[in-house]
């Protein structure tokens, strides 16, 4: 008799398929689910990693700081700076700490030809024929350094086109020596001196000047880095610049510091400090530049660094792009802050 290989299954045969076929496709979805969760893992994983790396590299920046300039592809040359030039420049730092070092042609002695560069009173029009756009206290001579006038004069005038406002008053300038030691902070060591600073005052009644108020005239301390100045003795910043009650006094840096200062609640020692801690060089390797975007589209616009001066000897080699404009300024401290312009 031959056996029937090929015959009709049992029933429990059947049931006995149909449960391991059921059991094969639970096991295949667990793991279909588990490749799923394992790679959702992953991506959160990645993600975090990237995260940590942009934080190390410095994508999450300060308000006004945008993506930092790609150091790598400038080519740098050197100039040479001495150690008197530590001491000029529109970022110099005066106070109870660092004295001010007058140049050999002092402002207020300069020829009458000379000095129209400089009064105020030269750069003032009136931008409707009629009314001057604010008021300068004539009793003695307003003088500025040339940057700040033109800013200072761009500044008003617009806010007089904006407010209608003309009882603005400039009230106090340039300082020399002499004017300086009937005042509280002794001669050389106001920033008066610098011909960076502005006092500004509000004409008020029988040709008196009262103070300015931010309450009362807000746009000016809110758009006056727009014009390259910053409230150089924040109420909140004495301890740091050794100055108090002075809110109205105004100190011309230039529109990407005074961008940088204003959007990050800094005074200007606090800004020194900062470049020279987290943005330093001494010969335009392995520098960090402090990326600022003025035009508030994101893209840096310029890149700025610090180069600390030599102890040794009197001249420093300070390291600058090759083929980009730059500024140098000395900051009166102990080295020199480089501004370049990206684009």
Not at 179 to 192: C, F, I, K, R, T
Not at 302 to 313: D, F, W
Request: aromatic share 10%; net charge negative.
């Amino acid at each position: 008799m031959n056996n029937r290989s090929g015959g009709p299954r049992s029933f429990y045969t059947v049931r006995h398929s149909n449960r391991e076929d059921r059991a094969h496709r639970r096991m295949q979805g667990r793991l279909t689910l588990l490749a799923i969760c394992a790679a959702v893992i992953l991506l959160a994983i990645s993600g975090l990693i990237l995260f940590i790396c942009d934080l190390a590299n410095g994508a999450f920046r300060p308000s006004g700081e945008s993506k930092d300039p790609a150091v790598g592809e400038l080519t740098f040359q050197t100039v040479t700076l001495t150690a008197d030039q530590i001491r000029t420049g529109e970022l110099i730092v005066v106070n109870s700490d660092h004295v001010y070092a007058f140049p050999p042609v002092r402002l207020e002695a300069m020829t009458a030809d000379a000095k129209q560069a400089y009064l105020l009173n030269s750069y003032r029009q009136k931008p409707d024929g009629v009314n001057y756009p604010y008021l300068i206290n004539l009793s003695k001579e307003q003088i500025l350094l040339p940057a700040a006038a033109t800013a200072l004069n761009s500044m008003l005038t617009q806010y007089y086109t904006v407010a209608g406002d003309s009882q603005i008053a400039v009230f106090d300038t340039y300082r020399s020596e002499q004017q300086q030691s009937s005042y509280s902070v002794p001669a050389g060591y106001s920033e008066h001196h610098t011909g960076l600073i502005v006092s500004l005052k509000v004409l008020a009644a029988g040709n008196s000047y009262a103070d300015l108020v931010e309450s009362e005239r807000p746009w000016l301390f809110q758009n006056c880095h727009l014009f390259g100045f910053i409230q150089r003795y924040p109420t909140n910043k004495t301890g740091l610049t050794g100055v108090s009650n002075y809110p109205e006094c105004f100190r011309y840096v230039g529109v990407p510091h005074a961008t940088y200062i204003e959007q990050n609640g800094l005074c200007l020692e606090e800004y020194v400090t900062l470049l020279k801690n987290n943005h330093s060089t001494t010969d335009g390797t392995n520098v960090k530049m402090l990326s600022v975007d003025t035009d508030g589209n994101g893209q840096a616009n310029y890149g700025i660094y610090y180069v600390p001066a030599q102890t040794a000897g009197d001249l420093t080699a300070v390291p600058v792009p090759k083929d980009l404009s730059y500024t140098v300024s000395g900051d009166n401290i102990g080295g020199f802050i480089v501004t370049v312009t990206l684009n």
